[in-house]
Every structure is written in C-alpha cells, then in structure tokens.
C-alpha cells in the first residue's frame, strides 16, 4: 500500500511547478522584447543598443528557474534518501539518479543560455559594448531555446520527486509462509 504524499509534499512540488512556468513565461516574453538589429544605433565605428525589457524578464526567469532548483532537489534529496544511505555512494535507483541528471544539465544550460542573453539585453553604450566595445543583439529563438530547457528541467525534477515517491512507499512486514502438505 502506497503511502498518500503529504500536505507539505504538494505544496513543495506546486511552489517548483508555479517557478517552473514562470520562468519559462518570462523567457517567452523575453524572446518577444527582445532588441532587434534596428535598435542599433551606429555612429561611425561606434554603436549603440537600448536596454530591453528582455533584461528585466531574463532576470525574473533566472531567479525563478534557480529558485525552483534549489527547493526541488533540496526536497528531493531531504526526502527521498535514508539518513543511512546519505553518506554512501552507490546507486540504487537508476532512474531517479537520471532523472536528477537530467534535470542538472538542463538547467545548468539553460542558465548558461539565460545569463548571456540577459546580459545583451542591457543597455550598451557607445564605445562601452557588450564586449570590447562592440554591440551585440541576441540572436533568434535563444530564450525560446532557454525555455525548453526551462521546461524539461521542471520536469525532470518534479518527475525525480514522483520516482522518490514511488520507490519510497511504505511497506507492509515481511510474511514467510510455511508450506503445508
């Protein structure tokens, strides 16, 4: 019999669920205010971007995303492992361990994805460009591409937590029963 997860379980896993879509509807957003090439101003050698609204949004979604990570495998890792078993090594659920994975290469991607593109969208002055004094515009479909991972990342962490659950149930005492006959 299944142990029923508790009220504090659901709760936990909701919280990493509502970070999970916020930040994925702040990459989105940040994908459609994004700067476009016609933002640019040049003056010569020199350019010039506005910031974007895709600064702010990038920002959301990275808090929120790195929020949803910290509670998520937090949980997980407080709940789902024996305090005998904390200190070893081995692996003795293989799909809970690719699960987390999974959900630690996407998000560390998508950070990485993120951060750049956030970083662009900021204001670059003449002269005092992104890097070395030259202007960048982020490229086409980089926070679409950070939301996917964005996605996948809550998924795969909430799904670790369902793994956890599940081999994790409560089980009834061993019975041996002496054959008759």
């Known amino acids: 019999m299944e142990k029923p997860p508790s009220p504090g379980f659901v709760i936990s896993f909701s919280i990493v669920a509502v970070l999970t879509v916020a930040s994925f509807a702040s990459c989105m957003a940040a994908e459609f ?3 476009k ?3 640019l101003k040049l003056n010569g050698r020199l350019c010039f971007l506005p910031e974007s609204e895709a600064f702010k949004l990038g920002v959301g979604g990275l808090v929120c995303l ?3 990570q910290i509670i998520g495998n937090a949980i ?6 024996p305090k005998e078993h ?3 090594c081995s692996v003795k659920r293989p799909m809970l361990s690719i699960a987390l994975l999974i959900s630690w290469v996407s998000f560390g991607i998508a ?6 593109a956030t970083s662009m969208s900021r204001r670059q002055e003449y002269g005092k460009g992104w890097v070395e004094g030259e202007c960048y515009v982020v490229k086409d479909g980089i926070f679409v591409g950070a939301a996917v991972l964005v996605l996948i990342n809550g998924g795969s962490t909430i799904s670790s937590a369902a793994i956890g659950r599940r081999t994790n149930h409560v089980k009834g005492p061993n019975q041996i029963h002496a054959q008759i006959g």
């Open 33 to 35: 205010n994004r700067t």
């Open 37 to 39: 090439k016609e933002d």
């Open 66 to 68: 790195i929020m949803a």
């Open 76 to 81: 997980i890792c407080h709940s789902y492992w």
């Open 86 to 88: 904390r200190k070893s």
């Open 111 to 116: 950070v990485v994805m993120m951060s750049g």
